[in-house]
């Protein structure tokens, strides 16, 4: 199953790398919808904390970074993931997380703003769950 999450993960952040248009050198409209990149980075936080659970770490302390151009914390975040399909180290999982914590707020998200946007994605997902999606 931890494959699967990861899988999960990596489609999910790149989701959120589409909406966030950061990328899209070719085009001139370089401005995200800020509700649905909310919304997809919330999704990234959902199968990050999946695949943190299912490693055993229940619990993370944010150690803060400098900001990084976003194509290499993206690509890094992306190795990260793909490492711990075999690795399956605490101290990756860690890593993963801190990484994904700064995309989050380089992607512009207060705290308050990601908290809000998981927990009402949540209710969806269970929602989802209970009708056989």
């Not at 699967?4 to 050198?25: D, G, M, P, S, T």
């Not at 695949?51 to 993206?74: F, R, W």
């Not at 975040?77 to 399956?88: E, G, H, K, Y």
Request: net charge negative; aromatic share 10%.
């Amino acid at each position: 199953m931890l494959d699967k999450r990861i899988v999960a993960l990596i489609c999910e952040l790149y989701e959120c790398v589409n909406e966030a248009r950061f990328f899209k050198f070719w085009s001139d409209n370089q401005s995200p919808n800020t509700e649905n990149l909310l919304e997809e980075y919330a999704d990234v936080i959902h199968f990050a904390l999946s695949v943190a659970n299912s490693l055993g770490v229940h619990e993370h302390e944010y150690i803060e970074t400098q900001p990084a151009d976003l194509s290499k914390l993206v690509i890094g975040i992306t190795n990260q993931a793909t490492v711990l399909s075999m690795s399956r180290s605490k101290e990756h999982v860690h890593s993963l997380l801190n990484n994904i914590i700064a995309l989050g707020y380089q992607l512009g998200f207060t705290e308050q703003q990601v908290i809000d946007a998981y927990n009402a994605k949540n209710k969806i997902n269970h929602e989802r769950q209970e009708s056989g999606y």
